[in-house]
């Protein structure tokens, strides 16, 4: 089966055009749904192996979360192209008088606003996913576990990936509650991220990222020998 087909095409090539939409924010959605969608694989390939019965509950569970998780995902693409587009729009507005002027600095505001809600939402869904993945680390078919793996890597990167946009948009709120309101949200996410990503790896569900440097091993040889 091929999976490179029109539609995939279609969104590649907008992807990678000059274009508002779809940009950085979709591409977090989707990323984020990917590793939503592995982590409901791994869970099919261990429920309803006698092998594995122990570790069914948690499965369940965990695909149960993560249909939830990329269903939203999936949504939220399509979501940050709409939102972004009512932001240009608002941009275009006229700016002659001075009601025109109060009037598009309102909507400007009212439009960004969404536009960080629905990163902030991607966030939040990523976030949902990684607690799911997380129950069943070492609590799955160990045939696929890399598979886990790479769905909590993808996870992390969505939500970091849409951190990104909530950052940017944050800059032309004006509403000081509102932008902290939502950086602290969104901080709360990277937190609570970054504690699920440091028990997976205590756990051992990541392999070396960091290889020693062949340089740093030479220096080491000289420095044992004496000679640096």
């Known amino acids: ?16 055009a000059k274009k508002s939409a779809p940009g950085g924010g979709a591409a977090a959605a989707l990323t984020g749904a990917q590793g939503a969608a592995l982590v409901m694989m791994v869970a099919e390939f261990t429920i309803g192996n006698e ?3 122990q570790f069914e509950e948690a499965c369940k ?14 949504m939220l693409m399509d979501q940050d192209a ?5 932001v240009a729009q608002a941009r275009k507005m006229p700016e002659n008088t001075e009601d025109e002027k ?12 969404t536009a960080t809600i629905v ?3 991607v966030m939040r869904m990523c976030h949902e996913g990684l607690a799911a993945a997380e ?4 609590k799955c078919n160990p045939n696929i576990e890399s598979d886990l793996t790479i769905a909590v890597l993808n996870l992390l990167a969505g939500l970091r990936s849409a951190w990104l946009n909530v950052l940017i948009n944050l800059t032309e709120i004006e509403n000081e509650n509102t932008r902290e309101n939502f950086r602290k949200q969104g901080e709360m996410f990277l937190r609570l991220a970054a504690k699920i990503e440091k028990r997976a790896e205590e756990a051992g569900l990541f392999p070396d990222f960091n290889p020693p440097d062949e340089d740093d091993e030479v220096q ?3 420095k044992n020998a004496g000679w640096a």
């Open 119 to 121: 990163p902030l939402n």
């Open 102 to 113: 109060a009037a598009k600095k309102a909507k400007i505001e009212e439009a960004t606003i």
């Open 220 to 222: 080491q040889i000289l």
């Open 61 to 74: 569970g965990a695909r149960a979360a993560n249909s939830y998780v990329y269903a939203n995902l999936a």
């Open 135 to 138: 129950m069943i680390i070492g």
């Open 51 to 53: 092998n594995y019965a």
């Open 1 to 16: 089966m091929k999976y490179l087909n029109e539609k995939t095409q279609t969104y590649l090539e907008d992807l990678r």
């Open 82 to 86: 709409e939102a972004y587009s009512k």
